[in-house]
């Protein structure tokens, strides 16, 4: 079983960036793919983007070159580096994990999921 932990979201200005942090438990994260996702209201849950246990990442393409993912394993913690926020990326933002196997894009095909954690852009 993995546990994890979002934490980070907060409001913030158009333009302005924020850092979520996705902790850990067990000892075997650096084996897991790590997805973040996102759903705002009245709207599907969406990818962002993900970083694979090998360290390979890849964006939805609304956030490519704003956003970037990076991992401590020695923390056991997954990162989503937000930059040049948008009021459209206004939404409560989930990390999800999986064990590797080649990159995934769909919910479905993550295993454990955190609470999720609020980002809200002001224009």
């Known amino acids: 079983q993995v546990q994890l932990v979002e934490s980070g979201g907060g409001l913030v200005q158009a333009g302005g960036s924020l850092r979520l942090s996705c902790a850990a438990s067990g000892r075997t994260f650096g084996s897991y793919d790590m997805g973040w996702f996102r759903q705002a209201p009245g709207k599907e849950r969406e990818f962002v983007g993900l970083?694979?246990?090998?360290?390979?990442?890849y964006f939805a393409e609304s956030v490519r070159g704003r956003f970037t993912i990076s991992r401590d394993i020695a923390r056991n913690t997954a990162y989503l580096q937000m930059t040049s926020l948008k009021p459209e990326d206004t939404a409560v933002y989930y990390c999800a994990a999986r064990s590797g196997g080649g990159y995934a894009y769909t919910g479905d095909e993550y295993d454990y999921w955190g609470q999720g954690t609020q980002v809200t852009v002001s224009s």
């Open positions: 970083i694979s246990w090998s360290g390979g990442t």
